[in-house]
């Protein structure tokens, strides 16, 4: 499976870059992080060279089909044209090496003013420093790498030389979309459009608001310099962290945001947490409604996909289960239930037109409050 995903995926392959210039791309290690990730990544499923073919060919149409339904779901224009994207259907290496290049650009302004902070760094120093953070980043892509169905990747356009479209690619990861349906024992095709309605939502979302990747661009910034500049405690306060892990994992425990969240610790960088957490909860929850506002006449077995789907995660491991509690992905699936209380109440409040006053600018964004009370956002918005 992976090698043929591969081919159809080869537009990830530009040269990673970062918006920062100079020494900061030095700071990691962006083809070892790819190459790390590409050989620690567990292998996908296996299928005949004919199956593969089929099955790209397949999620390429149910990202088709998809895009009238979340047009029709969401009342947003922007789903009737979305030529200034792409869909690429990637295997889980492709993936990882896509979001390198995205990493690249999310991070370099914050490594640059580290750097500018610091003083000089030597090659030297510089290069060992980029082999350990690749290293890591590459281990942390790989064990995502099997977790993701798919991603819309706004950031990837704006790399050097980068040969993405100008508002970005969704990504499909192929093995993971076929791994999960075979679990559940769920029809294909069904699944597949099923997860396509979330992952099209997301991109018609951008679409729909064009100055929202360079906004979320600026929190991400703004949340990593916030972290980047406390470089000199950042190993008293990961080490606390990780000790917090032994907290978690005690039974009933309520999912936290993950080890590495919680080196954020002054007001500062807890406020901007703070704003890209409701931001998170909008998006995933708003894709969320729209996956789940199907009924049988569009996917057929819906019914079965979601009970069988939501019932998933009961029985991970112990190795797992504490990456995942490191990286806060059980926090994650959280911003799914929190954003999509936050939908449902706005749309059976003001309908979807009230709510689509989200997407005009990002004073309309709703705040980590807000998100957790929707009647403080209909009142600030005046709905």
């Not at 294909?188 to 979330?198: G, Q």
Request: glycine letters at 8%.
């Amino acid at each position: 499976m992976e090698s043929s995903a591969r081919e159809t995926s080869s537009q990830t392959s530009s040269e990673p870059s970062s918006r920062a210039s100079g020494q900061a791309p030095g700071l990691i290690n962006w083809d070892l992080a790819a190459s790390t990730a590409a050989r620690l990544t567990p292998a996908g499923p296996v299928l005949g060279a004919a199956e593969i073919g089929a099955a790209v060919e397949n999620l390429r149409l149910m990202a088709d089909i998809a895009v009238p339904h979340v047009h029709d779901i969401t009342g947003l224009d922007a789903a009737r044209d979305l030529r200034d994207s792409e869909v690429l259907v990637v295997d889980r290496a492709s993936w990882a090496k896509a979001n390198t290049q995205s990493f690249a650009v999310m991070l370099g302004p914050a490594m640059e003013k580290m750097l500018e902070g610091r003083g000089s760094v030597t090659p030297g120093a510089a290069s060992v420093s980029g082999a350990i953070t690749g290293s890591q980043l590459g281990a942390i892509l790989a064990f995502l790498s099997s977790k993701v169905l798919g991603q819309y990747d706004p950031f990837s356009a704006l790399a050097e030389n980068s040969t993405t479209p100008a508002a970005g690619r969704l990504l499909l990861v192929a093995p993971n979309i076929i791994s999960v349906e075979r679990e559940l024992n769920v029809e294909p095709a069904d699944f597949r459009l099923w997860v396509c309605l979330h992952e099209q939502t997301h991109r018609v979302q951008f679409a729909a608001a064009p100055w929202l990747r360079h906004h979320m661009l600026d929190e991400i910034e703004n949340l990593s310099g916030q972290l980047l500049g406390n470089v000199d405690s950042l190993m008293e306060r990961a080490s606390a962290a990780a000790k917090s892990l032994k907290d978690r994992a005690a039974p009933g425990a309520a999912p936290g945001r993950g080890a590495i969240l919680d080196l954020l610790q002054n007001p500062e960088e807890k406020a901007a947490l703070s704003r890209l957490t409701a931001l998170m909860s909008l998006l995933e929850g708003h894709a969320n409604v729209v996956m789940d506002a199907v009924d049988a006449s569009i996917v057929p077995s819906v019914k079965t996909i979601r009970q069988r789907f939501n019932a998933r995660g009961k029985d991970r491991g112990v190795i797992e289960k504490f990456i995942r509690s490191l990286l806060g992905l059980d926090a994650k699936m959280r911003q799914y239930s929190d954003g999509s209380k936050f939908v449902r109440e706005v749309v059976a409040a003001a309908g979807m037109e009230g709510f689509n006053k989200v997407w005009e600018s990002a004073d309309h964004l709703p705040t980590e409050p807000e998100i957790h009370d929707s009647k403080l956002w209909l009142e600030r918005m005046g709905l």
